[in-house]
C-alpha cells in the first residue's frame, strides 16, 4: 500500500504563489511518475504538471511559465510551486504516484481571490 499527503493549499489574492508538497510513503519499491491534477466546482479533473522517474517534466498549457513541478527522490515528495496565481487556478489539487497502478492524494484546496 502506498499513501500519499498533500499540504499546502490555501487562500491567495490573484498574482501569489503557494507551493504545494506531496509526500508518498509505504510500499514504494523505486522512483515512480508523480504528478497533480485539480478539479474545479462543476468541472473533470483535469492534468496541471507530471512528473516523470528521469526527472522530465510535463506541464497542462494554462500553466506553463507560472508552475514548477520537482521531487525530492530521497523524501519520495512532489512538489508544485505556483506562481502568478489566477482566479481560473482555484480548485482541490489532487497528487498521484504511479507504481503498478496510480494512488490518489485525499487534495487540497487551493483558492486564489480576484
Known amino acids: 500500500q502506498v499513501q500519499l499527503v498533500e499540504s499546502g493549499g490555501g487562500l491567495v489574492q490573484a498574482g501569489g504563489s503557494l507551493r504545494l508538497s506531496c509526500a508518498a510513503s509505504?510500499?514504494?519499491?523505486?522512483?515512480?511518475?508523480m504528478g497533480w491534477y485539480r478539479q474545479a466546482p462543476g468541472s473533470q479533473r483535469e492534468l496541471v504538471a507530471a512528473?516523470?522517474?528521469?526527472?522530465?517534466?510535463d506541464y497542462a498549457d494554462s500553466v506553463k511559465g507560472r508552475f514548477t513541478i520537482s521531487r525530492d527522490n530521497a523524501k519520495n515528495t512532489v512538489y508544485l510551486q505556483m506562481n502568478s496565481l489566477k482566479p481560473e487556478d482555484t480548485g482541490v489539487y489532487f497528487c498521484?504516484?504511479?507504481?503498478?497502478?496510480?494512488?490518489w492524494g485525499q487534495g487540497t484546496q487551493v483558492t486564489v481571490s480576484s
Open positions: 498521484y504516484i504511479h507504481q503498478i497502478r496510480r494512488t
Open positions: 512528473i516523470s522517474s528521469t526527472g522530465s517534466t
Open positions: 509505504g510500499r514504494i519499491f523505486s522512483i515512480n511518475p
